[in-house]
Antibody, heavy 120, light 107 residues
């Protein structure tokens, strides 16, 4: 079974940093693009970032560009999201998502989500 | 950015009803349209990709149609377990964008 196990969320002060992790199993991780999506409380889903299977291609939402960095370690089957200069509006549940085999940009399986709260 | 607009924002229907949700894109997205189901407190679940292709394991009561700027998700016979919020998403253009969601409740 495809599984995405997330960790790293928590409470952080504005201006602080946090690193989210997503551990993958049950599929060929090093041939799958991966995505991060977030959802603020009571709000719609919001795209955050994408990374290609070899890490050579990345995309970011304008709202996080320059502050967040997506990366991966294919040898450890891990996906990361380094979040710096956090703002209150970054408060959300963050999901890692596996890309569908047929299309780099299509979503397939979702992680369980991890809550990030930015507050003083 | 491509704006995705869903209608209605919520609906209430009876068990066995046929339910249709609409999703419109502010510009053409081809067939690069997906649908997700999200239950309260849970991660979203992928239902449909490429406008009309069902993900593995998704019941055939769910179907999608459309192309360009207008898409629909249909639940052929609503069941209690279908109570959830449904989101459309375009993946034709970055940034990928989602609709505002349609909350489906059982009468």
């Amino acid at each position: 079974d495809v599984q995405l196990g997330q960790s790293g969320g928590g409470l952080v002060q504005p201006g602080g940093s946090l690193r989210l992790s997503c551990s993958a199993s049950g599929f060929t991780f090093d041939t799958s693009a991966m995505h991060w999506v977030r959802q603020a409380p009571g709000k719609r889903l919001e795209y955050v970032s994408t990374i290609s299977s070899n890490g050579g291609l990345t995309y970011y939402a304008d709202s996080v560009k320059g502050r967040f960095t997506i990366s991966r370690d294919n040898s450890k089957r891990m996906l990361f999201l380094q979040m710096n200069s956090l703002r209150r509006e970054d408060t959300a549940v963050y999901y890692c998502v596996k890309a569908h085999y047929s299309n780099f940009d299509a979503f397939d399986m979702w992680g369980q989500g991890t809550m990030v709260t930015v507050s003083s | 950015d491509v704006q995705m607009t869903q209608s209605p924002s919520s609906l209430s229907a009876s068990v066995g009803d046929r339910v249709t949700i609409s999703c419109r894109a502010s510009q053409g997205v081809g067939n690069y349209l997906a649908w997700f189901q999200q239950k309260p407190g849970r991660a979203p679940k992928s239902l449909i990709y490429a406008a009309s292709s069902l993900h593995s394991g998704v019941p055939s009561k769910f179907s999608g149609s459309g192309s360009g700027t207008h898409f629909t998700l249909t639940i052929s016979s609503l069941q209690p377990e279908d109570s959830a919020t449904y989101y459309c998403q375009q993946y034709n253009t970055y940034p990928l964008t989602f609709g505002g969601g349609t909350k489906v409740e059982i009468k």
